[in-house]
């Protein structure tokens, strides 16, 4: 969030504005709003050149706007497509995409053992079009763990972080 920037800049030395004016900020109210969104970014690419996207929450919006089975088929067509298109501006400008993801309980995957059991949302378009799937989740205390959870040339590890008013910092013990 664009509120964030100014402590996070301030622990690094960096000038607020300067860092503010290096983000473009927009919220999508639905998944074709979304896909708007994108196109104007990459529009806006060839102007001015940045170096990381984010998408936070790739498919809530698909989930409000697609209910039930019924329209799986349509939701996963118009994900793939999205996807797509993100592919294409990370490869076209040489940029990180990076999206955010719900994930949601998983009772039939095998999981008799696993105290809490969950699986992403998005089913194979989704992790077919991503590089390297993290998961994050809470640890003790304040603690957050990062587990790298699919990659093509990365080892299965996990890292332990914490959120604090500067952004991000080691939490290892």
Sequence with gaps: RPERIGPIADRFNVDKDAALDNVIYARAFTHEH?????TEVAAKMVEDHFRLLIIDSIIALFRVDYSGRGELAERQQKLGRMLSKLTKIAEEFNIAVV????????????????????KPIGGHVLAHASCHRLFLRKGRGEQRICKIYDSPNLPEAEAVYQISDGGIIDASD
Excluded: M
């Excluded at 979304?34 to 994108?38: F, H, P, R, V």
């Excluded at 999206?99 to 969950?118: H, L, M, R, Y």
């Design 34 to 38: 979304q896909l708007e969104l994108i």
């Design 99 to 118: 999206i955010t993801n719900q994930v949601s309980a998983d009772p039939g995957g095998g999981a008799v053992f696993v105290a809490d059991a969950k």
